[in-house]
Nanobody
Framework: QVQLVESGGGFVQPGGSLTLSCAVTGNFLTAYGMGWYRQAPGNQRELVAQVNPGGTANYGGSVQGRFTISRDNAKNTVTLQMNSLKPEDTAVYYC????????????????WGQGTQVTVSL
């Protein structure tokens, strides 16, 4: 059973910073792409950032230059450092694990955390 546990959401004023963390637990050999998505009320879920096991990251256009994603492969954790936050960053942020390799070998896909609220406001 793979579980993703998020932490670090909260309330911050515009221009402030927050750090989100996600820990993946379970029995698997390799975790592939790990990342963060967000969903604001009335909007579709969108990619914020994703990082592969080698450390290559890609970002959604609206967060480029303000957010930084990183991962620790030994601990199966992914972190999102969010700087210069704007009110439009307000959303529920979800941790995502794209794919895992199990013994066999076989793959399983698309795991999600429960979500953590980020609110940016005066």
């Amino acid at each position: 059973q793979v579980q993703l546990v998020e932490s670090g959401g909260g309330f911050v004023q515009p221009g402030g910073s927050l750090t989100l963390s996600c820990a993946v637990t379970g029995n698997f050999l390799t975790a592939y792409g790990m990342g963060w998505y967000r969903q604001a009320p009335g909007n579709q879920r969108e990619l914020v950032a994703q990082v592969n096991p080698g450390g290559t990251a890609n970002y959604g256009g609206s967060v480029q230059g303000r957010f930084t994603i990183s991962r620790d492969n030994a601990k199966n954790t992914v972190t999102l450092q969010m700087n210069s936050l704007k009110p439009e960053d307000t959303a529920v942020y979800y941790c995502n694990l794209e794919r895992i390799l199990l013994s066999g070998p076989k793959f399983e896909y698309d795991f999600w955390g429960q979500g953590t609220q980020v609110t940016v406001s005066l």
